[in-house]
């Protein structure tokens, strides 16, 4: 069951100014940082608040790390702005399946490694009136100590 809103993933140029402007602007500040090779992209995650299932909601910033990457393809046709939503589940693998049998493609045969260490999967924006859909299950709570469930 899909839970609540796990993130909004924006696609940027530059990593620093978005990640700036979004401190300046609203005081979000980058929460965690990384690189996901297989997704082309290098990322900043802005923690928006805590959520009743002990994960969070974000916004994820992106910018390419490779031309052929789906970002940089679609940064050069749109320009910089939302590039995804993702709903968060206890249960990409369930979820993803029920959403297959109902004839939407689901891009990835098993969900692949997000932010975090969390599990991802995408719904074809085609088949979602055009919006790009991300499900994610996050990493598993450490037994003690970040309160942001990661
Ligand atoms: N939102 C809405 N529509 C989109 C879209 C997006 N983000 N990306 C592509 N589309 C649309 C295009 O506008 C195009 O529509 P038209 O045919 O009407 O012009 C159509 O989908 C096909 O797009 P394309 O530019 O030819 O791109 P591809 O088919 O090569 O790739 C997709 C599209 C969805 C398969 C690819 O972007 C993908 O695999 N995305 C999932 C992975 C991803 O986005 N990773 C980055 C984020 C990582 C993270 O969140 O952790
Ligand atoms: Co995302």
Known sequence: ?????????????????????????????????EVNEEQGVREAMLRINGTDDGA?????????IREDSPVAKWLAKNGEGVH?????????????????????RVLYEQPRRGSMGSRITFLHPKDCHGVLTEIVTAAPAPASGDPSGH
């Open 1 to 33: 069951m899909l839970t609540r809103i796990d993130h909004i993933g924006i696609a940027c140029f530059d990593l620093e100014a978005t990640a700036e402007f979004y401190r300046d602007t609203y005081g979000f500040e980058v929460f965690h940082s």
């Open 56 to 64: 969070a909601s974000w916004l994820q910033l992106v910018q390419p």
């Open 84 to 104: 995804h939503i993702a709903f968060g589940t206890a249960d990409v693998d369930a979820d993803s399946e029920a959403i297959r049998d109902k004839g939407i």
